[in-house]
T-cell receptor, first 112, second 114 residues
Framework: TQLLEQSPQFLSIQEGENLTVYCNSS?????LQWYRQEPGEGPVLLVT???GGEVKKLKRLTFQFGDARKDSSLHITAAQPGDTGLYLC????????????WGAGTKLIIKP | DAGITQSPRHKVTETGTPVTLRCHQT?????MYWYRQDPGHGLRLIHY???????DKGEVSDGYSVSRSKTEDFLLTLESATSSQTSVYFC?????????????FGPGTRLTVL
């Protein structure tokens, strides 16, 4: 059982469309991160959210941490082919040994 | 660039042979991690280190051992490789405090066990 459930697992859309990726859990997290991974490379950290309800923006990407700190979303506006990649969420659970818990990832393809 | 290199980048080996993967960092970070990545599973922690000669097991440690004799090097050894250990292996360093645990990753090693 995955402690962090990501959905959808796979998404293929046209350039210019909007999309949202979700990361859900029944556990409370002290912090949650989003990474992007391109083929043949390691994951690269995009953002960390730490406060319930927090919203962070990175150009066309908007990240939100749920009020109860159990879930997060990544919204991309006007997707570009350069957004193609595997998006991974990961978090540190409260009262844990500080190890990162990882979601299985969302594979995103943006078609020109 | 946190200066992480992994070697080799690709390796093909046969079942039953020992394999050692190397992770090297240049920035003196205390925490280092070994993960494997397989389709549908995301990243799974194999072992981690919190200092020279200080290591601990992750969720999928069976069949793997690690060593850290110097701050900059973290070695992952498959004592007797099996086909189930065919995977992409990533090394990572922790670049922030424990409650954030933000990690920077190496480029990965693709291992195929025939």
């Amino acid at each position: 059982t995955q402690l962090l459930e990501q959905s959808p697992q796979f998404l293929s859309i046209q350039e210019g469309e909007n999309l949202t990726v979700y990361c859900n859990s029944s556990s409370v997290f002290s912090s949650l991160q989003w990474y992007r991974q391109e083929p043949g490379e390691g994951p690269v950290l995009l953002v960390t959210v730490v406060t319930g309800g927090e919203v962070k923006k990175l150009k066309r990407l908007t990240f939100q941490f749920g009020d109860a700190r159990k879930d997060s979303s990544l919204h991309i506006t006007a997707a570009q082919p350069g957004d193609t990649g595997l998006y991974l969420c990961a978090g540190v659970r409260v009262n844990s040994n500080y190890q990162l818990i990882w979601g299985a990832g969302t594979k995103l393809i943006i078609k020109p | 660039d946190a200066g992480i290199t992994q070697s080799p980048r690709h390796k093909v080996t046969e079942t039953g042979t020992p394999v050692t993967l190397r992770c090297h960092q240049t920035e003196n970070h205390r925490y280092m991690y070994w993960y494997r990545q397989d389709p549908g599973h995301g990243l799974r922690l194999i072992h981690y280190s919190y200092g020279v000669k200080d290591t601990d097991k992750g969720e999928v440690s069976d069949g793997y051992s690690v060593s850290r004799s110097k701050t900059e090097d973290f070695l992952l050894t498959l004592e007797s490789a099996t086909s189930s250990q065919t995977s992409v292996y990533f090394c990572a360093i922790r670049v922030t405090g424990a409650s954030y645990n933000e990690q920077f990753f190496g480029p990965g090693t693709r291992l195929t066990v025939l």
